[in-house]
């Protein structure tokens, strides 16, 4: 395994080693297309990303959690390689993400298990409810949506600015928002940070806040449960976190990464494995109705 300072020395190639290694599928989205990437063998796991993200939000998990898992990791509609949905909503979004699982598992190799992080867990939601016969279970990490008071992330200038000037403000933008610890704000996060924004394309926050998690859990027929940062910034407290998901499902599963913020799995990534993990080897609850 690549170590962290290895991933650091070279962030490029580190990146372009790791991608190289998946197998990349591509199914219909809008007019065009939406890209996958596939690695490792083992009970299937789809990972979804966050807003202004692309499958390199899950860079720091995808080689230990490969040795477990057929992970299948999204660029979501009009985010990274991906095209735009068909409609921006959650109903062309999920229609694109029903239509891609659909043709990598086929019927039989459906449901499976799912694991959203921030607007992916809101998006992972959606599709859930509408789409029901592809998921086994979900796993949201450091979801908004549940209208929950919201943290203020602290996002300053970086247009303009070069050197280490500007390697200064990239760093205080994801100490703003994304991490906690300044070491965790390294040359890895920081080369991955302006490119997978430029190229998101979808405005998500009409598509999480206030509420609209909240809204859709209801319909949601599979067990849901939850990782948190400790010090998540901008969906801070996981107790009023927790509370919320457990109004609408009283057995979920919340596990808190201690010492990690919104980007948790990132972060921490042995501790948030670990969490995820314990979720996935529970026996599935039997929801009501």
Known sequence: ???VAEQNADPVAFLAELEARAERVETPCGEGTMVWRIWGEGSPLVLAHGAQGSWTHWVRNLER???RHRLIVADLPGHGQSAMPETQDHEGISKALAQGLDEIFGSEGLPVDLCGFSFGGV???????????????????????LDTPIGHPRLGRVS???????????????LGLMLHHPDSADDLAIHMLLPTAKAARLNASQLVLPDRLAKILPRVRVPVDAIWGELDLPHPDPAAQEAVLRAIQPETIFKVIEGAG??????????FEAALEEILATPLRTMPG
């Not at 998006?123 to 949506?145: D, E, F, T």
């Not at 919104?262 to 501790?271: I, N, Q, S, V």
């Open 1 to 3: 395994m690549i170590s």
């Open 65 to 67: 959690l490969s040795r």
């Open 123 to 145: 998006a992972l939601a959606h599709l859930a409810a509408l789409y029901p016969h592809v998921v086994r279970r979900l796993v949201i990490v450091g979801c908004g949506g």
């Open 160 to 174: 303009g600015l070069v050197g280490e000037e500007r390697r200064a403000a990239l760093k205080a933008n994801l």
């Open 262 to 271: 919104h980007w948790a799995m990132y972060e921490r990534p042995e501790p």
